[in-house]
């Protein structure tokens, strides 16, 4: 069984960090992406390249997959997600894009934006927990 677990930052050791998602906001509406080769919806993120930050990969991963071109970042918490076997972790992020540009001819074939948590999920057993774990932390209207 899969299970979504969160950590406050820096409690897990920075080279054990595999993935940054960034749940990304521009003019109050969230973007998600579809990647070219699936029909769902997902949040923005992904692999850590080798010796790469981790904040780094997060300002990567949303330029490439949003257009994002000036934004802030703030780190919200550490998370993983573990089964009976294994646990990788990540860090969860929440960005403010300013700047949008044209779509990079990357992965992702389609941009949106929107309200809410779209329903046709890539990941429904894990989106939903960081996304609600950003929502909560935007509730706090804690600044960027």
Not at 3 to 26: C, E, G, M, P, W
Not at 30 to 42: A, G, L, P, S
Not at 60 to 88: D, H, M, N, Q
Request: proline letters at 5%.
């Amino acid at each position: 069984m899969l299970k979504v677990n969160f950590y406050n930052l820096n409690t897990i050791s920075n080279d054990q960090l595999k993935y940054a998602v960034i749940v990304a906001r521009h003019k109050g509406k969230w973007f998600f992406v579809k990647h070219k080769e699936r029909e769902t919806w997902e949040i923005p993120g992904g692999h850590r390249e080798e010796d790469e930050n981790i904040l780094d990969t997060a300002s990567r991963e949303l330029k490439e997959e949003t257009r994002a071109l000036y934004f802030t970042t703030k780190p919200i918490c550490i998370y993983s997600v573990s089964t009976a076997e294994t646990e990788t972790f990540g860090q969860l992020f929440l960005a403010e894009v300013e700047t949008l540009e044209t779509l990079p001819n990357f992965e992702i074939g389609e941009l949106l934006l929107a309200d809410t948590l779209p329903e046709n999920l890539t990941y429904p057993s894990i989106q939903p927990y960081l996304f609600a774990k950003v929502e909560e932390f935007c509730l706090k209207k804690l600044p960027l």
